[in-house]
């Protein structure tokens, strides 16, 4: 449930936008769900968990206003609105202390302010201290004791170190959580909360994914309306590029979710067309690891005999004799653990030391470092592209000059660079600095000449069909946990996109990712460009349905994306300050749409964006006090701000209402404008709603850190009805006749 501030994060994919007011209210629907079951949700990662290089050292630091109205709101309203059962403290540090022993954080501000009652759960490995976090507000260490524990505590406990009713408390909670789902009988007996009468594999899980993927697709670009498709004209369909088949139905790491069965982009359209037109294939890029062992690499300068000399040293320097010496036939090694689809098996079956081991916490064997070396043999001149995929610390030479550090930062699973080679040898060296955070190490090396790393096939495809589909984008291996990813799409994707577009005009791309991309190579050139961010199992299904008109696209953004990379309003502040593990928050509020607006800066596509293949009109705005508060209601003033919403098209779709409020004449810093309301609303050609959207004391405060506590100034606000955040429709007034102040507990 953190907060998207940058695409480059490995775990967007799991978050629920850059908005706190969004995020929060998905969240709800999302416990409600869950819990309603006899489930316990567990929210996390509380708290300023915000990206995934460095993740078990990195120090968030974050205003305590910040804190309150960006990053916190989340997590407040899975406790006190939807009553989550537990909450799990992140890997980093937040304003100096460790988030398992942050007792601001998790008592002072969860159990106390919120009223939580749950138990509060480390990450996994997380915990450094068992006395500290003991006493920070931890109940409960995943997923071993090995620092919350009889040998750790008791005398802890004896020598006044930690209070008995510490102790108490955090059984307390456990057991409450046990007796609140069902685990626990009132006698004290244990029921196994799982019902194997219900089938894993069944229909209703099936409709809910394709209802999933139809209605979060989010159509970004639709030029001379060439979607929908008109399948009886189409007689030709070419189906290209990486994530066409067997498709990416999630993104890795413990988000991954296996499937039993998947449909493909290919699968899914030539399903849906069936014998009334031809569906062409071709993947259009070589994979990663081919890319790596078609590089030719050699282990002389002189010699046309693959291969490459590893050396291991005992220094980080690589300094001294190698302790061994070992040649492989290319840089190729290693595959990431969290990308298996038996990982959630594994993970829960091996016992403590391996797992202590498997998360890298528990290697009794000194540290080693690797030094790869070959020699690529260009054939001629020119620019040629580099790529590196290895999640742990590494430096790539080529020719004695740095090409690639990340001995400091590991920022991307797979990172890649353009440079100019002169014909002939080249000297090619990795040196691997650390392992990945779990498992084995993937070190993979590829080199090709740009220009030549699209199939010829898919090009002659393109030129004979009527349209082509390129699928684009991350899969499980280049985006996930314990690694982030480059805001260009993977090695060849842009040059892909690129050739295919110029000799067919009529050109769909489709981007499989958790966040934005860089789109301004190809952005100009391609017809359409929908994001369908991890569709699931049914994912190609619905593209199908989507592309067609068998649905209409009612996705709207849940970020803001970027031109370039260099607008995004928190990249400043995204990585440490050199030679530090500090990440300070100097974005502070002004994250997404609310640093845009601050910097007087416009994104490609704005927050909340989406396009449908009908028109909606807004019209009759009326504000109105009213007696009801969606969340405190004790505190007055709140009202309701109606609309009429009306579908002025001809095909039946869904729009999103998003309601922002602005302060008119702020006593302090805020941003231009904040989302506090939105309504999904689905409407048949020419069918109106009224829509209501309520407005709480809340809705109009900020967090004033002197007074510790929510304050709204008197004064005039203005209300904006928008289909995005840059695109208001109807405007309104309110005015708060006193000041508000919202205590926090």
């Known amino acids: 449930m953190n907060i998207y501030r940058a695409p480059m994060n490995g775990r967007n994919f799991e978050y629920f936008g850059e908005d706190p007011f969004l995020a929060a209210q998905i969240a709800v629907g999302y416990i409600n769900g869950v819990q309603s079951q006899g489930v316990s949700t567990t929210v996390k990662h509380f708290a300023a968990n915000n990206s995934e290089y460095a993740r078990f050292t990195s120090d968030s630091i974050v205003s305590e206003r910040a804190l309150r109205e960006i990053y916190l709101p989340t997590f407040e309203a899975a406790v006190r609105q939807a009553h989550t059962g537990a909450i799990m403290d992140s890997y980093n540090l937040i304003n100096g202390e460790h988030a398992t022993q942050n007792a601001h954080l998790n008592i002072e501000i969860a159990k106390k302010q919120w009223g939580f009652d749950g138990l509060l759960m480390s990450d996994w490995v997380s915990v450094h201290d068992g006395v500290a976090a003991a006493n920070g507000g931890l109940d409960l260490e995943m997923p071993f004791g090995w620092y919350m524990n009889a040998e750790t505590l008791i005398p802890a406990v004896k020598s006044g170190k930690v209070a008995e009713a510490t102790i108490d408390d955090k059984i307390r909670r456990l057991l409450r959580v046990a007796y609140r789902f069902g685990w626990l009988a009132p006698d004290g007996s244990y029921h196994d909360p799982l019902d194997t009468n219900i089938p894993r594999y069944n229909q ?49 790491g413990s988000g991954l979710v296996p499937t039993f069965s998947q449909v493909s982009v290919l699968k899914g359209i030539s399903d849906r067309l069936g014998l009334k037109a031809n569906v062409t294939y071709d993947r259009g890029l070589s994979k990663l690891t081919i890319l790596a062992v078609s590089t030719g690499l050699t282990s002389a300068a002189d010699s046309p005999i693959p291969g490459v000399t590893v050396e291991t040293f005992s220094k980080p320097d690589f300094s001294g004799t190698p302790t061994s010496t070992r040649h492989e036939q290319a840089i190729n090694s290693g595959q990431s653990a969290l990308a298996d689809p038996d990982f959630a098996e594994l993970i829960n079956s091996i016992d403590s030391n ?34 590196v995929e290895n999640q742990g610390k590494y430096r790539l030479k080529i020719d004695d000059a740095v090409v690639i550090d990340h001995s400091d930062i590991p920022k991307f699973a797979v990172a890649q660079r353009s440079i100019d080679l002169t014909l002939g040898a080249h000297k090619v060296v990795i040196e691997s600095l650390s392992g990945p955070q779990f498992g084995e190490a993937v070190v993979r090396l590829g080199i090709a000449k740009e220009g030549t790393l699209v199939h010829p096939a898919a090009i002659e495809l393109a030129k004979q069909a009527d349209v082509v589909v390129i699928a684009v984008g991350y899969d499980a291996e280049t985006e996930t946990e314990g690694a982030d990813r480059e805001f260009q799409l993977p090695p060849g994707q842009d040059e892909l996109i690129e050739k295919i577009s110029a000799v ?50 009612s996705g709207r953004l849940p970020i803001s994306w970027e031109r370039n990379l260099k607008d995004n309003p928190s ?13 300070t928050y100097g974005d502070d509020i002004f994250v997404g749409y609310r640093g845009y607006e601050h910097n007087h800066t416009q994104p490609l596509f704005p927050f909340g964006f989406g396009l449908s293949y009908t028109t909606f009109k807004y ?66 050609p020419g069918e109106t709603r009224r ?20 304050h709204g100034d008197a004064g005039s606000y203005t209300v904006h009805v928008s289909r995005s955040s840059a695109d208001p429709q109807l405007e309104g007034k309110v005015t708060v006749t006193q000041p508000i102040q919202i205590r926090v507990e």
């Open 571 to 583: 990249l400043p502040y995204y990585y440490p300050a050199p030679g530090t593990e500090k990440i």
């Open 354 to 387: 391996t797992m202590k081991t498997f998360m890298g916490g528990g290697a009794d064997a000194p540290p080693h470092f690797d030094r790869w070396t070959g020699y690529y043999h260009a054939k001629d001149a020119g620019k040629f592209l580099v790529f």
């Open 691 to 710: 829509v209501s959207i309520p407005l709480d004391a809340r809705s109009f405060a900020w967090y004033d850190v002197q007074a510790k506590a929510w």
């Open 619 to 684: 019209s009759n705005l009326t504000v109105n006090p009213s007696s009801k508060s969606a969340v405190n209601p004790e505190d007055k003033p709140s009202y309701e701000i109606s609309f009429d919403v009306t579908n002025a098209g001809r095909s039946a779709g869904a729009d999103v209402a998003q309601l922002y409020l602005s302060e008119d004449h702020p006593s302090t810093t805020r941003p231009a404008q904040e989302l506090k309301g939105f309504a999904r609303v689905q409407l048949s």
């Open 204 to 252: 209703q899980g099936r409709l809910a994914a394709l209802l999933g993927a139809l209605e979060g697709a989010t159509l970004l670009k639709n030029q001379r309306d060439l979607l929908p498709l008109d399948s009886a004209r189409i007689k030709t369909i070419a189906v290209i590029g990486p994530d066409a088949f067997p498709g990416s139905p999630t993104a890795g």
């Open 504 to 553: 067919n005009p009529s050109t769909v791309v489709v981007v499989t990712a958790g966040g934005s991309v860089d789109a301004s190579r190809w952005i100009d050139h391609v017809g359409v460009l929908m994001q369908t961010w991890y569709s699931g199992q049914e994912g190609g299904t619905a593209l199908a349905q989507l592309l067609f008109g068998d649905a209409n696209p």
